[in-house]
């Protein structure tokens, strides 16, 4: 049995009473307005539905799963069929939640990708064909329709005992399987106002935002509500159609300054560090102890023909323990990233080190920006 013991010491020092303002922050750098924001009313609406995958080889809900079964019967019955859902007995068909997103102005006839996911016990939805089902809103309102046979991305091969499964299969998509049925566009030939949001909230950015739009239009139409909102009014009788005037101001280059963020996640390891994050002066102190505890069983026997003696298992333990020096990186007032990342590979510093560093960093009101822990 081997237990190792690794104890980690981190040891920060502020070395200043008052951290000054952060160091040369990177050139902004210029990025189309259409990639910042997105308009308020224009987006995607979840649409769901109850459907019924038939067609599977023996790998459907088993006889435990009984809204199968009553889906089934109830598909029948439409079809003239009188059916007692106790009295079904098959082994290929699953019943599914079907889900797809209703893009924004949407019309009759529109394609959309669905979603099958199995509800039941079923072991695969591998070659199934997805019966017509009803997509609703959550107003209750059926919005599309979806039929269609099922795409799988893996495969299940051999037997229980000697098998092999690639990917997840009781999860499929139906491409171009669902069709809108009901129009649900926004008329933009009477709208005078519009609302910009911003993908991520910042007072400069949105108003940033507003000087480039009154700058191209020489209109002050543009007004900055909030970090995260931009109002456009007047545009009928300032530039003409809507989509022309979004046509016109998405190209619009806007200088955006990277926000000082470091996202960690503690589960999987991964730390992300944002070009703008400074960090003022400290030292890190980072060493390894590391202990190794070996048990060995021997077996003890009794020499040959001796009388009163017997057979016993004696443990062999051993103990062994290696201190590593502690290494010491201090950084200046300041300091960037790439400065940070280089001095903690430098002293052998996994993921997770990097983690408990940053953390004591921030707690020591060295690092300069908001940490996110996962």
Request: one cysteine or more; proline letters at 4%; a negative charge.
């Amino acid at each position: 049995m081997v237990l190792r013991i690794c104890m980690i010491g981190c040891l920060l020092l502020n070395s200043a009473l008052a951290c000054a303002a952060a160091g040369d922050d990177e050139a902004p750098h210029g990025t189309q307005l259409k990639d910042l924001i997105t308009i308020e009313g224009v987006r995607n609406n979840p649409l769901v539905g109850l459907g019924l995958v038939v067609g599977l080889h023996l790998t459907g809900d088993s006889q435990q799963t009984i809204f199968s079964n009553q889906t089934l019967a109830n598909v029948l019955q439409k079809m003239g069929v009188q059916v007692s859902p106790t009295a079904l007995m098959v082994k290929n068909m699953a019943a599914a939640f079907v889900t797809a997103d209703l893009p924004p102005f949407a019309r009759p006839g529109t394609l959309i990708d669905v979603t099958v996911s199995s509800t039941g016990d079923a072991k695969s939805l591998e070659g199934g064909l997805l019966l017509l089902t009803s997509l609703k809103g959550a107003d209750g309102t059926v919005y599309a329709t979806a039929q269609g046979p099922l795409t799988l991305g893996g495969y299940s091969a051999g037997g229980h005992s000697n098998g092999k499964v690639v990917n997840h299969l009781t999860v499929g998509r139906v491409p171009n399987g669902g069709i809108v049925e009901r129009d649900t566009s926004i008329d933009l030939s009477s709208m005078t106002k519009i609302s910009l949001l911003l993908r991520d909230a910042d007072f400069a950015t949105s108003t940033d935002i507003a000087a480039a739009i009154n700058k191209d239009v020489k209109k002050e139409v543009a007004r900055a509500v909030d970090s995260r909102r931009v109002d456009i009014v007047g545009i009928a009788s300032t530039v003409g159609a809507v989509p022309a005037f979004m046509a016109r101001i998405g190209e619009l280059p806007i200088d955006v300054q990277a926000p000082a963020k470091v996202v960690v996640n503690e589960r999987t390891g991964p730390v992300v560090l944002g070009g703008a994050v400074t960090l003022g002066a400290c030292s890190v102190l980072h060493g390894n102890l590391a202990i190794e505890i070996t048990t060995q069983y021997e077996v003890s026997q009794p020499t040959p023909f001796s009388s009163g003696g017997q057979t016993v298992v004696v443990p062999q333990t051993q103990v062994q323990a290696s201190e590593a020096p502690a290494q010491l990186l201090q950084l200046k007032q300041g300091a960037k990233v790439d400065e940070l990342v280089r001095g903690l590979q430098t002293l052998g510093a996994t993921s997770h080190d990097i983690i408990s560093i940053l953390q004591a960093i921030e707690a020591a009101g060295a690092l300069h920006a908001e940490l996110e822990v996962l």
